[in-house]
């Protein structure tokens, strides 16, 4: 399945005179329209490969058909994503679920798509049929160092599938941790897990990152080893400048200033990347933005206020990833709307008053702050992100292209209505 250029430049056509009429409304309320254009369409989101097929939940799955059953196929998918956003540029692999048998075949489609592959993800949370110890009872935590040896050795394979793509990081999750008190020396858990950071951190390559993230619960709902910024930020200080704090926006407590988190971890220079998604109740992979807008607002707030204070560029400072998992949506369109709501986030963000804020906090004038950041979080930014889109060579609706070309009935008739895409 490919969509014509010339497809997406019909649709856009169609569309003109309703964005023309938007875009100049808003370019004429904001102050550096063109500088944000810029930077939209200068950021790119990375794809997960496990958010490509039907999620589902311990209960069940109720999958929709035409998954992508292949490596190949999924970064087909993301490159259709690409092809209508121009903001997914970028892959996200889960080792075992995509083993590349063929790297410099797989890398060839990748670039054929415009797509480069952002940080591998190791995967020591589930059992494979062909592996000698098991996990059951943790990785890098384990009590038995055969364990713990397996899962190092685990990590450094995908480094080496890593490098092998071009990828220049890894993301360490590991389900570790315990359901019941007393069932771990919690010392002994982090010194094991610690031990093992540094064995996959000396195997990474010079220019390499490692991103530590953490979660709250699940699998383990009485303690996790890395089980929030503090420990993964312990972590990534005592193994080096290479290893830093990856945010998933769903691995907190309900109710936790995630904002505050990312502030402080780009201060200290240890802020690695992210997994966005949205929740209601716990890690609930929902799409981003969906829940949530102002938190992800306020938090590419934080972002674009701390990146800017130490120089960072904003497209490459970071890894910028989705984690998201489908019960009921179409994937790709889930995608589609996720990316948007990072954009719009972003360029929200963008537009805040810095000055203006700044005052407000200098003299504590509260109310004051607060209207300078609903000012622009309140502001229709969406022929903004369609005017980046749209220069980038995308389209005006991506989610409007992707139904009208009945891409998802073309892709069941490719693959079958029976498929099941590899991971979660
Ligand atoms: C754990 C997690 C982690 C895994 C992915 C599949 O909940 O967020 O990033 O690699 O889900
Ligand atoms: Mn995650
Ligand atoms: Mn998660």
Redesign the pocket.
């Known amino acids: 399945m490919e969509i014509e250029k010339y497809k997406i430049e019909e649709h856009n056509q169609a569309a003109s005179a309703a964005h023309k009429r938007a875009f100049d409304y808003i370019s004429g309320e904001v102050k550096n329209a063109q500088a944000i254009i810029d930077k939209l369409a200068a950021f790119q989101v990375a794809i997960?490969s496990?958010a490509l097929g039907t999620g589902g939940t311990r209960f069940g799955r109720f999958p929709g058909g035409g998954e992508p059953r292949s490596l190949e196929e999924k970064i087909e998918d993301i490159g259709l994503l690409h092809k209508l956003n121009q903001s997914s540029g970028a892959i996200s692999l889960?080792i075992p679920w995509d083993i590349p048998k063929n790297a410099s075949h797989i890398k060839a489609l990748a670039a054929q798509h415009g797509i480069r592959f952002d940080a591998m993800?190791?995967?020591t949370?589930q059992d494979q049929p062909d592996q000698q110890h098991s996990y059951k009872f943790g990785s890098l935590q384990h009590v038995k160092k055969e364990v713990r040896q397996q899962a190092i050795d685990h990590n450094i394979e995908v480094i080496n599938y890593g490098r092998e793509l071009g990828s220049d990081s890894l993301?360490v999750?590991l389900?570790d941790g315990s359901c019941f008190p007393g069932q771990l020396n919690f010392r002994q858990a982090f010194q094991h897990t610690l031990s093992g950071l540094q064995e996959i951190y000396a195997a990474l390559p010079s220019d390499w990152k490692m991103f530590v993230?953490y979660?709250a619960f699940?699998p383990n709902f009485y303690s996790t080893t890395v089980g929030d910024w503090g420990q993964s930020l312990l972590y990534a200080s005592k193994l080096g400048p290479k290893a830093y704090t990856?945010v998933?926006l769903?691995?907190h407590h309900p109710n936790v200033n995630i904002e505050q988190i990312v502030s402080l971890l780009l201060m200290e220079g240890k802020l690695g990347g992210f997994?966005f998604?949205d929740s209601k109740y716990g890690?609930d992979?929902l799409t981003v933005g969906a829940i949530k807008p102002y938190q992800l607002f306020l938090i590419f707030n934080e972002l674009v206020e701390g990146m800017d204070a130490r120089g960072m560029d904003h497209a490459t400072g970071l890894g910028w990833m989705i984690?998201a998992?489908h019960n009921v949506k179409d994937p790709l369109e889930d995608l589609l709307q996720s990316v948007e709501a990072i954009m719009i986030s972003y360029a929200q963000a963008l537009m805040v008053d810095r000055k203006k804020l700044q005052e407000a906090q200098e003299s504590n004038d509260v109310a004051a702050a607060q209207e300078v950041l609903q000012q622009a979080f309140r502001t229709d930014v969406r022929a903004l992100v369609a005017e980046a889109r749209l220069r980038a060579g995308g389209a005006l609706n991506p989610l409007g292209v992707y139904r009208a070309e009945k891409v998802r009935e073309h892709l069941i008739k490719e693959r079958g209505l029976k498929t099941v895409a590899t991971?979660?």
């Open positions: 997960p496990w889960h993800n190791s995967n949370f993301t999750w389900s993230e979660k699940e990856l998933d769903g691995h997994h998604n890690d992979d984690d998992s991971g979660l």
